[in-house]
């Protein structure tokens, strides 16, 4: 298994070069021809979020509760 690090800079990293390409694209050709790098460009941040949010549960799971201070 990847490190959690890893994998959500490498799904940042594609997300934001499906997007700029993406845009190229779209100057190029067009919406239609080129919705398909959006669609993935979106999936990629959806993965990201879901990722980042997946360890953030996983951490606190992992952290046993602090008493309150009052």
Known sequence: MMNSKLSRTILLA??????????LEF???GLFESYWLLLLSIVCLLFFQFNRLKASQASKENTPDKPHRK
Do not use: E, H, I, Q
Not at 15 to 23: A, I, M, S
């Open 14 to 23: 594609l997300t934001l070069g499906f997007f700029v390409v993406w845009v």
């Open 27 to 29: 100057r190029r050709a």
